[in-house]
């Protein structure tokens, strides 16, 4: 019976999910574009830019930034070595400021890429045992739909921009950021 249960749950976790309906697309957008598109009045794209690019210095001197008219994009490299494997990837951002009239709408977008190194242990029909390395291929990057991720990113773009009074720690920061 447990072998029976096991496949089931198997099945039941691999299972791919119901496709979503137009309705549930279109909500899904809608969501997605208010999660990452705010409006400021009476700023200068510029302005704005520059904020952006000083969020990352301050969060991470890791990050190398690149300047285009009204984009800026955000890279950094990371890696975790484990006991016996190793990930490694990209964090992205990249944050769009086009002027409206008075208004300058703002576009902040992050996705990461990763792939991870594990030992993989053979032998060769002499008896001879080695370790190669494995490795994933890098999975191709998709845009991080985390609210709070981007929560926090508009929380100190305001405060650079003297539109908040305080600057979001990391530790208040742990008290917003929820799972997808």
């Not at 809608?30 to 210095?57: H, W």
């Not at 484990?82 to 208004?103: E, K, M, R």
């Not at 008896?127 to 190669?132: H, L, R």
Request: aromatic share 10%.
């Amino acid at each position: 019976m447990g072998f029976f249960s096991l496949i089931f749950g198997l099945f039941q976790a691999y299972h791919p999910k119901k496709p979503m309906t137009p309705a549930e697309i279109a909500a899904e957008r809608d969501r997605q574009l208010k999660m990452v598109t705010r409006g400021y009045q009476n700023k200068k794209s510029e302005e704005i830019l520059i904020a952006a690019s000083r969020i990352f210095a301050l969060a991470d001197d890791d990050y190398s930034v690149s300047h285009s008219p009204s984009m800026i994009s955000a890279t950094r490299r990371w890696s975790m070595y484990l006991v016996l494997s190793a990930a490694f990837g990209t964090d992205n951002w990249q944050v769009t400021a086009i002027p409206d009239g008075n208004n300058v709408r703002v576009t902040a977008q992050h996705s990461s890429q990763g792939s991870a190194v594990t030992p993989m242990f053979m032998s060769n029909t002499a008896g001879a045992s080695y370790v190669v390395p494995n490795q994933t291929p890098a999975l191709m990057p998709n845009m991080s739909t985390n609210e709070s991720l981007y929560e926090l990113f508009f929380a100190r773009l305001d405060y650079l921009l003297g539109l908040r009074t305080d600057w979001l720690t990391c530790k208040d920061a742990k008290k917003i950021i929820r799972p997808d």
